[in-house]
């Protein structure tokens, strides 16, 4: 009884279905009140207030009405079809409303007193023949744009908003950003209940979209600013503070597919759970460190999620068979998932989104991202280390064992910037180079650090050949010191 | 209400249609003086219709009607629009193009 009493004082809330933002609202919008969503041109206003339409249609049985004054029923209908949602599909089965509401001020002549219970009586029949309990309002601002009283305007919406809650729906009203103010039209001031703000700009030329709740009336909330991305799935938000340092940790080893590697780490292998990196300078064999990683992986039946930010799946695939790991069947097996993206494509923050969306997707046991140091072309040392640790808690949370290349230009291996600064985030660091001798290249191979385990000191020589990795330790050459 | 009178061959049929939500202030003026300027310009021509959204408030959707009271033109074409009391009987004449526009 008294949970109850607890939870009443909280305002009850109604979940939106969107990836990230009920975990930012604790628990979703507030429940019979109205949302007021703003953002420029382009920053997902129409996708969040369509998403949480269908969404509650389809995932809440709460049917709602969406009202369009931007784009028609057919517009919307194509725009929404890609992300998965089928509007015709809801609007048979009496899941929804679809309204476009079509005003031209250049075919309307004012002449008089009037107001806007037409728009009333027209969303009021739609809420009442299918039973909604949710509704959308996109945009309500382009309504300035075409009714030229501003005075009776506002004594309507004001008239609106009473007159929703009056009609016990959780609505979403979405507008445009203006100049000082959250939106173009003051809207935040008739909605006094729940206002998210939709960032979208460039930084360092990279499109990023931001979300943040300016209020959230009688709830607790996150104020902060969350990346936010939006892809095939429709809309995502990251809040990412819910991580800490307190996972639980494994004493489990696992293979690094490298049995004279597994043999360093006195016979086992990584930790399960851990994070490791592989660091070097080009052509010293770091993808081929994570192919056997990733092979082993697959070989357990486990899944293995690689992220490719320099090669093409295609290209990893034929330049790993070279060296005798054949990839192909895992990826037919749906073993092994490759998802590669130009670290270009859109910042750090949206990277960050799209592994967490991935990794809960695919669900692997292992990670491994090909090479973290392409992301230096979006970001610099210090939002890379700040992104890479909410990786890291993010994948040992979920248990994942993940593995990180990282390449360091040419000269003095180990005092790059980068490798320093996220290597204090890995539990074993391989360091990978080359050294001339007698002639040839050889590469070499060593373990810097393992946390929490006994592991070899040695620097030993590793071959690729088409039968795999071989290392060649000290041991084993007998008498020869190749060094 | 009537048909167009043979003697001027260049009269045209009005099909007007008026919006209103109930018998509200707004309404009542609107259809009055409706029917005062049709019968000053276009008396014989014209057919009124009104319809109340209040009773059937599926056909706002058909017109895309938000504002009450609405008078909308369906004949002669173009369609136009005219929201509001109609008080402003210049703006009217203007919006069914019996003045022109400035």
């Not at chain 1, 607890?6 to 939106?16: F, G, H, L, V």
């Not at chain 2, 009607?65 to 009987?89: M, Q």
Request: glycine share 8%.
């Amino acid at each position: 009884m008294e949970s109850q009493n607890e939870r009443n004082r909280e305002i009850a809330k109604c979940p939106s279905g969107i990836g990230g933002l009920d975990e930012m609202t604790c628990g979703g919008l507030p429940r019979g009140r109205s949302t007021l969503v703003c953002g420029s041109a382009g920053s997902g206003k129409t996708l969040l207030a369509m998403e949480f339409i269908v969404r509650g249609a389809r995932d809440f049985n709460e049917p709602g009405v969406f009202m369009a004054f931007e784009e028609t029923e057919d517009d919307l209908t194509k725009n929404f079809s890609s992300l998965g949602f089928d509007l015709p599909d809801l609007v048979r089965r009496d899941k929804m409303v679809l309204d476009y509401v079509y005003i031209e001020r250049s075919e309307i002549e004012e002449a008089g007193d009037y107001d806007l219970e037409g728009l009333f009586i027209r969303l009021g029949s739609a809420i009442d023949t299918i039973g909604a309990k949710r509704v959308a309002i996109d945009s309500l601002e382009a309504i300035f744009a075409s009714l030229p009283n501003e005075a009776i305007l506002r004594a309507e919406l004001r008239r609106l908003f009473r007159w929703l809650k009056e009609k016990g729906v959780t609505a979403v009203i979405t507008g445009e950003q203006g100049e000082k103010t959250l939106s173009r039209h003051g809207l935040e001031e008739y909605v006094s209940d729940c206002v998210i703000f939709l960032d979208h700009r460039l930084i360092n030329q990279m499109a990023t979209r931001r979300l943040r709740i300016v209020k959230y009336r009688g709830s607790s909330h996150r104020t902060n600013e969350y990346p936010t991305l939006i892809d095939e799935g429709g809309l995502s938000v990251l809040p990412i503070s819910s991580l800490g340092l307190d996972y639980g940790v494994s004493k489990e080893r696992i293979s690094t597919g490298i049995n004279q590697l597994d043999a360093m780490f006195g016979g086992l292998g990584y930790y399960r759970g851990s994070s490791v990196l592989v660091s070097g300078t080009a052509g010293t064999g770091k993808s081929s460190i994570a192919a056997a990683f990733s092979d082993a992986a697959c070989r357990r039946g486990e899944r293995c999620l690689y992220l490719a930010f320099e090669e093409s799946p295609g290209q990893i695939i034929r330049n790993m068979a070279s060296i005798g790991f054949d990839l192909d069947p895992w990826v037919s097996n749906k073993l092994l998932f490759f998802h590669a993206a130009r670290p270009t494509v859109f910042g750090l923050e949206q990277h960050l989104v799209m592994i967490h969306n991935l990794t809960d997707k695919i669900r692997p046991a292992v990670v491994v991202m090909d090479p973290v140091t392409n992301l230096t072309s979006i970001g610099d040392t210090a939002e890379i280390t700040s992104m890479l640790t909410r990786v890291i808690d993010y994948l040992k949370m979920q248990g994942i064992t993940a593995l990180f290349t990282s390449l360091t230009p040419g000269g003095s291996p180990t005092d790059e910037q980068t490798d320093v600064a996220i290597s204090s985030l890995m539990d074993t660091w391989l360091l990978l180079r080359n050294a001339e001798s007698c002639g040839s290249r050889k590469r070499l191979l060593q373990i810097l650090k393992s946390r929490g385990m006994a592991h070899s000191s040695q620097v030993c020589e590793f071959e690729l050949g088409d039968r795999g990795i071989s290392l060649i330790t000290a041991k084993n050459t007998g008498k020869r010191n190749f060094l | 209400m009537t048909t167009p009178t043979e003697e001027n061959p260049e009269t045209e049929r009005w099909e007007l249609r008026l919006y209103v939500a109930g018998q509200t202030v707004n309404s009542v003026k609107a259809l009055d003086n409706l029917k005062k300027l049709c019968e000053k310009h276009m008396a014989g021509q014209y057919h009124i219709e009104v319809i109340d959204l209040i009773l059937n408030p599926k056909l706002a959707r058909g017109d895309q009607i938000i504002a009450v009271p609405t008078l909308v033109r369906k004949l002669p074409v173009p369609v136009r629009k005219i929201i509001g009391d109609l008080s402003n009987t210049e703006r009217v004449l203007v919006g069914l193009d019996l003045r022109p526009r400035r």
